[in-house]
């Protein structure tokens, strides 16, 4: 429009100077349309592509930063939202371990004695239940020197053996007590990790 504007502008110049009129007011017109053309081709697209570049290349190269930033916060917060889980977990299949080594040693007890477990403790114990093994413990329990020739040390031996097995299965850390027929609160032996750590009769 402004250079339409411009060329009608010009044409009138031209009648006035042929017309002898005064040229003030055409020569006026011409410099707005020229301003009006200036300013509109500066305001073109083209002229804007360079920094529009410049600011798709800006926004280019902060959108991986914050992405890389946003995915490691994310993945910290992963790692901190259930700081408990995997704890629970592993809880959880311990638990099942010492109660399937708990069903192992019923079995394995059967018409000998009865097996408990005691959690906090982490210990085992064996309460002998058969009568003639009961009658034994409480001879030899009035009368320790009489332990080693009833062959006692086999029991030490197997308790050994046992607690090892404990051990490699459920880790460090576990007991089995083989308790009084007298007191079922009172152990007359005790192994923790391949070792006696309580023997009524070595006192």
């Known amino acids: 429009m402004a250079i339409f ?5 010009i044409l009138r110049l031209t009648m006035v100077i042929q017309n002898g009129e005064r040229l003030t007011s055409p ?19 083209f002229w804007n592509h360079s920094d529009r570049q410049a600011q798709t290349s800006s926004a280019t190269q902060t959108t991986p930063k914050s992405s890389k930033d946003f995915a490691k916060s994310f993945n910290n917060a992963n790692n901190n939202a259930f700081p ?3 704890t ?29 477990f005691g959690k906090s403790q982490k210990t085992y114990y064996v309460h002998p239940t058969n009568s ?34 404990l051990k490699k299965n459920l880790g460090s850390g576990y007991s089995v ?10 152990p ?10 309580y023997n009524y009769f070595a006192q």
Do not use: H, R, W
Request: aromatic fraction near 6%; charged fraction near 20%.
């Open 132 to 165: 003639k093994f009961v009658s034994s413990l409480k001879s030899l329990i009035k009368t320790p020197a009489n332990a080693k020739q009833a062959n006692f040390d086999q029991v030490v031996t197997n308790f050994k053996k046992l607690s090892l097995s």
């Open 188 to 197: 007359i032996l005790t192994a923790k990790d391949g070792q006696i750590t």
């Open 88 to 116: 629970k977990q592993k809880k959880a299949a311990q638990s099942v371990k010492e109660n399937s080594i708990l069903d192992s040693l019923k079995k394995n007890y059967t018409g000998t004695g009865s097996v408990s």
């Open 27 to 45: 020569i006026l017109f011409i410099i707005v349309c020229l301003a009006l053309i200036i300013y509109s081709g500066l305001n073109l697209p």
């Open 5 to 9: 504007a411009l060329v009608l502008s």
């Open 177 to 186: 007590s083989l308790m009084s027929p007298n007191d079922a609160s009172k």
């Open 84 to 86: 408990d889980a995997t």
